[in-house]
């Protein structure tokens, strides 16, 4: 692995990559975005209040300071959130594209990346009308319309593949979860796997069901994505 993209997340991260550009510390080239532009409510944070992976824009003009901040602090571009809408048994606000064309415009301008996290094709629209550079994901939420995928690839931007996100809870129903494979991981994330292959029931009905439609809508969106001709990575 010669390079990797740590596409919002805490802003520890910056450090780990200065110290690897340094010669201090052997591992791949990082980009780091810091955390999430979202909305209150939405992904990442629907259930909990991290600043450490979202902050909170409205408008134009709140996503251009935070971008700018995120920038000034050290990070490589943005990631913003666009939809989470059928997570949450509440209604998500959604981020507007008046925000998100403020933030990417500040991001491009700079030269950095700018990334969306995507659930549907109206996000993914919205993304590119505001030139958008990565897509995060395919659309898994539904299918895609060829109409989208053509202009996904026709715009030459990058989807990140992201095809197992949802593959953890359908592992554990079937029982293939391998607790092992996952020795890498903090050993809190260890325990919570085991503690939920002991337990299947305790995870939400809806959510297994959304994880096999998601998983499939994903797969079938990037072979779709792919067969048009678009940059998957």
Not at 170 to 196: K, M, N, R, T
Not at 197 to 219: K, M, N, Q, V, Y
């Amino acid at each position: 692995v010669t390079s990797v993209v740590d596409a919002g997340g805490p802003e520890a991260a910056y450090a780990l990559r200065d110290r690897v550009a340094a010669g201090e510390v052997l591992g791949p080239s990082i980009k780091a975005l810091g955390p999430m532009l979202t909305t209150e409510l939405s992904h990442p944070c629907e259930t909990f209040d991290d600043p450490n992976a979202c902050i909170y824009v409205h408008d134009n003009a709140e996503a251009t300071e935070a971008t700018e901040a995120g920038l000034s602090a050290g990070s490589d571009g943005v990631k913003l959130a666009l939809a989470d809408a059928d997570f949450t048994p509440w209604p998500t606000p959604r981020l507007s594209l008046d925000a998100l064309k403020g933030a990417v415009n500040v991001a491009n301008l700079a030269g950095g990346l700018s990334y969306a996290h995507i659930d549907e094709e109206i996000d993914a629209l919205d993304a590119l009308d505001a030139h958008v550079g990565h897509l995060a994901h395919p659309i898994f939420a539904t299918l895609a319309s060829p109409a989208a995928n053509a202009r996904i690839a026709t715009e030459a931007v990058a989807v990140h593949s992201t095809v197992s996100a949802f593959v953890g809870p359908l592992d554990v129903l079937d029982g293939d979860l391998d607790v092992s494979q996952l020795a890498a991981a903090p050993s809190e994330a260890i325990d919570e796997w085991a503690e939920l292959s002991a337990h299947p029931e305790w995870f939400d009905a809806a959510w297994l069901i959304g994880s096999e439609s998601w998983t499939e809508a994903a797969r079938l969106n990037l072979e779709a994505l792919h067969d048009a001709g678009a940059t998957v990575l």
